[in-house]
């Protein structure tokens, strides 16, 4: 790459997103954390700071059409182009609610931050990615989307339950091939790719990153290697894909 990498993590500000910010500004990328409440996103600047990374910060709730459209102009006037998109940000919110028994608020707010947010981020970012030769889009999604592995006994997800996080990462699997397909059919060098982190120590879901530890969740560390491999390895074209630092994770 001989123009500046410039990077949009969402949900930036704290777990995953943070730990990815860090470690492609200290690769010499240009990182714009995207976080909802601009307070956390200015700490994390200045956290980032300390440690002498330089990063910079818009505000960004992906489930807010305006101020994602707001964070795309903002990024066109400051740089006129993204070379990558991270869409990490991410929740749950029907941890343990049975199929039978789902309630549609979760159901709801599971899909708007894990799915529409994302096409709304993705959509809205797509002409300063379509700005540089080279772009990449990078979905952060879960082994609980993979209608696969909930299939398999032997699979670390085949016991969890959570429907409406599942779905909504699963359909968010689905666009991510369907954008991949479009951007080869237009013959766009733009990638997109879907991994898994695995099961990781941050606050995810309401627990603390003690507690996630104690459960079996391995280091932030970790769970970020996958998409920093992605994130960093500019020869490495492929696109439609889902994988982890084990390699592809079934559909
Ligand atoms: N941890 C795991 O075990 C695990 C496993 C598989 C996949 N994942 C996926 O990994 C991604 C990162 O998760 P994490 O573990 O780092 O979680 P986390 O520590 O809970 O961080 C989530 C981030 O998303 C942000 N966020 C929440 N709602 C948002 C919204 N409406 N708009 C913009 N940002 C929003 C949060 O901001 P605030 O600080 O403002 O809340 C926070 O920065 C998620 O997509 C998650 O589904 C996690």
């Known amino acids: 790459m001989n123009e500046t990498v410039v990077t949009l993590v969402t949900g930036g500000n704290r777990g995953m997103g943070l730990e990815i910010s860090r470690e492609l500004a200290?690769?010499?990328?240009?990182?714009?954390?995207?976080?909802?409440?601009?307070?956390?996103g200015q700490a994390a600047v200045e956290l980032l700071a300390d440690e002498g990374l330089s990063v910079e910060t818009v505000q960004l709730d992906v489930t807010d059409p305006a101020s994602v459209s707001?964070?795309?102009?903002?990024?066109?006037?400051?740089?006129?182009?993204?070379?990558?998109?991270?869409?990490?940000?991410?929740?749950?919110?029907?941890?343990?609610?049975?199929?039978?028994?789902?309630?549609?608020?979760?159901?709801?707010?599971?899909?708007?931050?894990?799915?529409?947010?994302?096409?709304?981020?993705?959509?809205?970012?797509?002409?300063?990615?379509?700005?540089?030769?080279?772009?990449?889009?990078?979905?952060?999604?879960?082994?609980?989307?993979?209608?696969?592995?909930?299939?398999d006994p032997q699979s670390v997800v085949y016991q969890a339950v959570a429907v409406g996080y599942q779905s909504a990462k699963a359909?968010?699997?689905?666009?991510?091939?369907?954008?991949?397909?479009?951007?080869?059919?237009?013959?766009?060098?733009?990638?997109?790719n879907a991994i898994d982190p695995g099961m990781v120590a941050t606050e995810f879901g309401g627990a603390t990153p003690e507690q996630a530890r104690q459960m079996g969740a391995k280091p932030i560390t970790q769970g970020v290697a996958r998409t920093v491999q992605l994130a960093t390895d500019w020869t490495d074209m492929s696109t439609g894909t889902?994988?982890?630092?084990?390699?592809?994770?079934?559909?």
């Not at 200290?26 to 956390?40: L, T």
């Not at 549609?104 to 300063?128: C, R, S, W």
């Not at 666009?175 to 997109?192: C, D, F, G, P, S």
């Not at 889902?242 to 559909?251: A, C, E, I, L």
């Open 26 to 40: 200290k690769q010499g990328q240009r990182v714009i954390i995207g976080a909802r409440d601009a307070s956390k």
């Open 242 to 251: 889902f994988t982890n630092t084990d390699g592809p994770v079934g559909w």
């Open 70 to 151: 707001q964070a795309a102009a903002t990024i066109k006037q400051r740089y006129g182009y993204l070379s990558l998109l991270i869409n990490n940000a991410g929740a749950v919110f029907d941890f343990g609610q049975t199929a039978s028994n789902l309630q549609f608020k979760a159901l709801h707010d599971d899909f708007e931050i894990n799915y529409f947010g994302l096409i709304d981020v993705t959509q809205k970012m797509l002409p300063l990615l379509k700005a540089t030769a080279v772009a990449k889009i990078i979905n952060v999604s879960s082994m609980m989307g993979s209608k696969t592995a909930a299939l």
């Open 171 to 192: 359909a968010a699997n689905m666009y991510t091939v369907q954008l991949a397909k479009e951007m080869q059919r237009e013959q766009l060098n733009i990638t997109v």
